[in-house]
C-alpha cells in the first residue's frame, strides 16, 4: 500500500500528492479498472433505485408530481456545485483517500435511507448523496487515466464508463422487483452493502503517478488553472458534451413518454422498450466508441473528437425517422439513434482527460461535469415539456435534433485542437508500474 508524501524544495508542478513505488504487476491495473468501474456501477444503481420506487414514495409521503421530481433537480443540482470543489483537492492530495471517503459518505447515507420518515429528511439524503458521489466521477477517471497507456485510454474508459447504461438498468431492475414487496427502503439497503466492501479494497490499492503514461509536457494552457480558460482543446470537448446531453437527457426523459402518448405503447411497455433499447446499446456504444477512437488514434490526432462527431452527425437522420415513422421501422430507427448517441461516452471522456496535464486533470473534469449539466441535461427536460405544452411532443423532440447537429459540428471544428499525442507500438506494450513521481 502506498504512503503520501509532499513534494520537498521548489517544484514546477503544484503541490500534489505522491505515492511511493509499488510493485510492478499486470494484474494491478486490470484489478483497479474492475474494483472502480465496480463502484461506478454503484453509483449509477443508487440514482436509479428512486426513479423505479418513486410511485411507493409518493405515496407514503403523499407528494405532488413537482416534489418528487424535485428530489432528482437537488440531487443533480448539489452534484453539480460539488464537483469545482472536489476537484481542486483531488489534484493536491491522495486521490484514492478521497475515493474512499466519498464512497463511505454515500453509502453510509444510502443505508440510512431507514431513518428517513420525512420527506425533507428524504430531501437532505438525496442531495448529501449527490456531493458524495461527486467526489467519485470527478476524480475515478483520473486515477483510471493513470493506469494504462494513452493508446489504450478509449477502450478502458469503454469499460468503465458501462456503468451507466448498466448501472441505470439494474437500478429499475432492483427497486421495480423488492420495492413492492418490501417496500421501497429495501432496495436502498442492498444497494448500500457492497459500496463500503468496495471503499475498503480500494483503500488497499497502489496509487498511481499522475501522468506516468501522458507523452506531452505540461504548457501553461495543459497545466495551470487559468491556462485552461485558453485551451480549446479542452473547450470544445466541454461544449460539444454540452450538446450531446442536452440531447441524451432530453429524450432518456421523454422517450418512454412519447411511447406511451404518441405511439400506443402502455406505459410498462414503454419503459421496458426504451430500458432495454439503452441497456444493449449502451454496451455495445461504449466499447465500439472506445475501440474505435484508440484504432484511428496512430492516424488521426483528433480521432476521439472525429469518433464523436461523425455519430452524432449519423444520428441526427435516424433520430428524424425515428420520430416520424411508424410501424416496424421506428424501434430500429430509435434503437439506432440511442445507439449513435451513447457512443460519445468513451471517446469523449477520452479526449476531456488527454486535453489537460495530470496535475490539472480532476480541476478539468469537475469544470466540465458543472458545465455539461448546467447546459445540457438540465435544462433540456424543462424546454421540452414548455415545446410539448405548447405544439406537440413529437415538436419537442426537434430540439435533441438540433442539439446533435450541434454538437457534431462543434467537436468537427474541435477536431484540429487534439494535443499531438507521441502514440508508438511502443508504448502500445508498455506497462510501467505504478509510482515513482508525480
Known sequence: MSIGIRHAGRCSCPPCYIPTLVPPTKLYPRTALA????LNLLNYIDRSVLFAVQPLVQSEFHLTNTQVGYLTSAFLGFYMVAAPFV?????????KRIIVLGAIFWSGLTLLTAFTHTYWELLVRHTLVGIG???????APTFVADLFPENKRGRIFG???LAIPV?????YLLGGKLGPDF????????????????????????????????????????????????NPAFWTVTLGMAAGTFSLGGVQVWMPTFLSVARGYSLKQANETFGAIVVVCGIVASLAGGWLGDRLLPHMKGSYYFVSAISMALGVPVMIVALFAKGPVMLPAIALAAFFLLVNTSPL?????????????ATAIAVNIFLFHLFGDVPSPTLMGYVADRRSLQAAFILPVIAMAVSSAILFYGMRFAPPLRVTEESAASQVPPGASS
Not at 474494483?35 to 465496480?38: G, I, N, R, Y
Not at 458521489?133 to 476524480?139: H, K, Y
Not at 417496500?183 to 496509487?207: C, D, K, M, T
Not at 471522456?349 to 486533470?361: M, P, Q, S
Open 87 to 95: 476537484g481542486p483537492l483531488a489534484d493536491r492530495y491522495s486521490r
Open 167 to 171: 448501472g441505470t438498468a439494474a437500478g
Open 35 to 38: 474494483l472502480l468501474t465496480t
Open 133 to 139: 458521489e461527486a467526489t467519485f466521477v470527478t476524480i
Open 349 to 361: 471522456n477520452t479526449a476531456l482527460v488527454n486535453a489537460v496535464g495530470a496535475h490539472i486533470r
Open 183 to 230: 417496500g421501497w427502503r429495501f432496495p436502498f439497503y442492498i444497494a448500500a452493502a457492497p459500496g463500503f466492501l468496495l471503499a475498503l479494497a480500494v483503500a488497499f490499492l497502489p496509487e498511481p503517478s499522475r501522468g506516468q503514461f501522458d507523452s506531452l509536457k505540461e504548457t501553461p494552457e495543459r497545466g495551470t488553472i487559468l491556462g485552461l480558460a485558453r
Open 159 to 161: 469499460v468503465f464508463y
